[in-house]
């Protein structure tokens, strides 16, 4: 089969013209734009030199996204995203975070096994002007976690204009191994997100159908980097890829497609390292990756074309990526690598990574269910369009959007439990906060290849069995289990729990 450009739109015709040229116009603009820049790199703060004490400031400003063009952003003692900050297993760190916003804010550390009221969640609201200083005990394996804004109604805004930053969490078990561990330099955070840009300035993205599929954006940036391209050595080097978009799913690889080694998942080094040549992300996760640039080769990570919208909308988007295939792309590029200092020696990939004490499906007590719906069912249209529920577009888990006032579940401190999760009309990631569980399995089989390791976040639309270990107290404030494509969330696709 042989298409061009014009018996192409005129097919697309079909699905709205207006929509659809809309979308591949976004698209060849930020190709058009593609000027490398260097990959930008967080600045690290490492608790232990800072005496455990650490200081946050949330702070509104512009970033230069593209040379000379200043766009209004949020960040973390910065512009844009804020610094990565290392903390050590069995330390006390007491990160005060100063809202100088002049809205609420809060900062929650995604990942971290603390008590609730620590968890900084939508219970804990920074109001303007105003500090929050939380001791968070760090009593947990080596992981890459990261922070962000959880204010309820406006997480997504916020995280889209730029409140969102890492928290590396390290202990002896990861220093023993000897992995790539200079940060910046062979151990490279990558926050890949999403963002829209007109006329080179970014905005956020409003309006219901936007709602419907999350915030997404044309261009894709690395660390806040658009066209990002990295230097590193010629040699073994580990990526911490961090999804931080607030929808959209990638499908990476590289251009080449080289073998690439996963070595730790969303709650840390998995057993082994798994040889892959493609990951999937979704918004949330984080993927530890071990890449050899020995070759010395010039490559490119990459990203499959973005398929996750809810079913009404799957001809759009189909019909934007088939307009991508054909008028030259193969997805999109995420970030550039150039191995400096040429052809190297191969480098040596551990055998086993750490040994981790698994939890017991035996132990499991309580089965519970929950549904992710997205206001569609027997509704039809009229449905969402007349917002069926009192929430935002329907968002709802088992059927009721997210009170502040309403504690869903309660769980007894100490319990595994299986919680079984599905969700309407598209995938969603599937989060929980102040727990780490691991899939037992999916659709009714064995977990796949993605939903390997322990984690916090994991994606469904299928069933899954989750086994899930709760020993963080949640008495004094609940904790949140939500859907982290963020305008779902914010929406009502939310619930909380206590654990007593
Ligand atoms: Cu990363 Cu409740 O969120
Ligand atoms: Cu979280
Ligand atoms: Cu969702």
Known sequence: MKFNRRSFLAGAGVIGAGAFTSYYADWTAADAAAERQPLRMPPLIDARKEGNAVALRVQAGTTEFFPGRASASLGYSGS????????????????????????????????????????????????????????????????????????????????????????????????????????????????????????GLMVVPQGMMTMMQGRRGNTILSNGTPNATARVPNRLVRLRLVNGSNARIYDLSFSDNRTFHWIASEGGLLDRPISVSSLTLAPGERAEVLVDF??????????????????????????????????????????QFDPVGGHGAPSKIPERVVERPRADPSKANTRRRFVLNMGMGGMGMGGMMGGGTDSGGGMVINGRPFDMNRIDEKVRLGDTEIWEVSGEMMFHPFHIHGVQFEVLSRNGG???????????????????????????????????YHCHILEHEDNGMMGQFRTI
């Open 80 to 199: 844009y995203l804020g610094p990565s900050i290392r903390v050590y297993q069995g330390d006390d760190v007491e990160i005060a975070v100063t809202n100088t916003l002049n809205e609420d804010t809060t900062v929650h550390w995604h990942g971290l096994l603390i008590p609730a009221e620590l968890d900084g969640g939508p219970h804990r609201i920074i109001t303007a002007g105003n500090v929050w200083r939380p001791v968070l005990p760090i009593r947990q394996p080596a992981a890459t976690l990261f922070y962000h804004s959880h204010v309820h109604g406006r997480t997504g805004v916020q995280v889209y204009s730029g409140l969102a930053g890492l928290l590396l969490v390290t202990d002896e078990a990861e220093r023993a191994l000897a992995l790539p561990s200079e940060y910046g330099v062979d151990d490279l955070p990558v926050v890949i997100q999403d963002r829209q840009f007109e006329d």
């Open 446 to 480: 064995k977990p796949i290849l993605r939903d390997a390791g322990t984690r916090d976040t994991v994606v469904i639309r299928e069933p899954v069995e989750l086994l899930v270990h709760f020993n963080q107290p949640a008495e004094i404030a609940p904790f949140m």
């Open 294 to 335: 020995s070759n010395g080769q010039a490559v490119s990570l990459k990203t499959a074309p973005d398929t996750n919208m809810p079913m009404m909308m799957g001809p759009l988007a189909k019909a934007r990526n088939f307009a991508k295939e054909i008028l030259g792309g193969q997805g999109e590029t995420v970030l």
